[in-house]
């Protein structure tokens, strides 16, 4: 049966099979996190940019939480890729073949973005921001004094959204496909996404032009390399739209 030809009733039990199977894998990564959390949170605490912070338990279910946010976050990275083709099971019936081998395709794409997105904000936006943080602290003659809920609270503001804006490109590509978007489009609007571009990263970013740029051109390189996919993914679309009219006139002729 295809996803067109099911009612409303069936649309709902197919999705909380998907949503069940998700909660399944969730529950035993979960199981699998409590084993790795404690080294994962102990490499953070002694990593370069953290090793000469001090961190402190200002209450006493501080390290409780902190253990069980970095659990229930790492067990959704690592199910990241069930999820996905959990979602893409559910709306598959409605694709043609090729549509769904090419959208299948999506999800290792999708989760090395989503690392590298990890990567970028840690390796370089974080400690970009930590060094400023606290010679700002020096130059204030301020001790500072390290809350670990709130270095770790930090850190996940921190990289969490990166991990998602890098999906920029597959959402891209997945919206062209759709034809909802067009690399025209894209290259029209391009100075005005630069602008949010620039705006976004003097936000995120210490007041100095250093860091601005260190974070300002990978998203910007982001950005082309969208407009570039989508081309690619437009022009499938085109020729996939001159085959199908080139055969509906062959079998009208």
Known sequence: ???????????LSELRKRLFVIVVFF?????????????????LQNAEIAKDLTMNAFRLTDPFKVYWEVTVYLALIMILPVILY????????????????????????TLLLFIGGLAFSYFILFPIIINFMLKLSNQLDIHAVIGINEYFQFLFQITLP???????????LFLTRLGIITPMFLGK??????????????????P??????????????????????????????????AQLELESQNQME
């Open 1 to 11: 049966m295809s996803q067109k030809d099911m009612t409303i009733f069936e649309h």
């Open 27 to 43: 529950i035993l990564a979960c199981i699998v996190s409590m084993f790795i959390s404690q080294p994962i949170i102990r490499y």
């Open 86 to 109: 959990q979602l893409w099971a559910f709306i598959s019936p409605g694709l043609y073949e090729k549509e769904r081998r090419v959208t299948l395709s999506y999800i290792p794409v």
């Open 162 to 172: 990166f991990g998602f804006l890098f999906e920029l490109p597959v959402v891209v």
């Open 189 to 206: 609007i391009r100075k005005y996404a630069y602008f949010v571009i620039t705006v976004v990263s003097a936000f995120i970013t210490p």
């Open 208 to 241: 100095d032009v250093m860091s601005q740029i260190a974070v300002g051109i990978p998203l910007i390189i982001l950005y082309e390399v969208s407009i570039w996919i989508s081309k690619i993914g437009y022009r499938k679309v085109k020729a996939a739209e």
